[in-house]
């Protein structure tokens, strides 16, 4: 069974640091490139920040540099995001993306729940 489940999700005040895990089965995790994205209410997907395979190489949406780190952790089959100085406007469910483009393999987790407020 293929699965990518992300955890780490919750209610944070503003200024306050999340961290999120993304923990994958059933598939060569050292394989694929991983992406966060977020999805907000009402609003489009946006992708948050990606990592290559071996972890060499990060890129970030501009709003999100400086406060989010990703990285990754082949031997755990996991992938993380590091959230700092979170802001209201962060506030969206988080998802995990695995991505293996050379042969067309892409999964997705279900997503978890990140609440910034007062």
């Known amino acids: 069974q293929v699965q990518l489940v992300e955890s780490g999700g919750g209610l944070v005040q503003p200024g306050g640091s999340l961290r999120l895990s993304c923990t994958a089965s059933?598939?060569?995790?050292?394989?694929?490139?991983v992406s966060w994205y977020r999805q907000a209410p009402g609003k489009e997907r946006e992708l948050v920040a990606t990592?290559?395979?071996?972890?060499?190489?990060?890129n970030y949406t501009d709003s999100m540099k400086g406060r989010f780190t990703i990285s990754r952790d082949n031997a755990k089959n996991t992938v993380y995001l590091q959230m700092n100085s979170l802001k209201p406007e962060d506030t969206a469910v988080y998802y995990c993306?695995?991505?293996?483009?050379?042969?067309?393999?892409?999964?997705w987790g279900q997503g978890t729940q990140v609440t910034v407020s007062s």
């Open positions: 993306n695995a991505e293996w483009r050379r042969v067309k393999k892409r999964y």
């Open positions: 059933g598939f060569t995790f050292s394989n694929y490139a």
């Open positions: 990592i290559t395979r071996t972890g060499g190489s990060t």
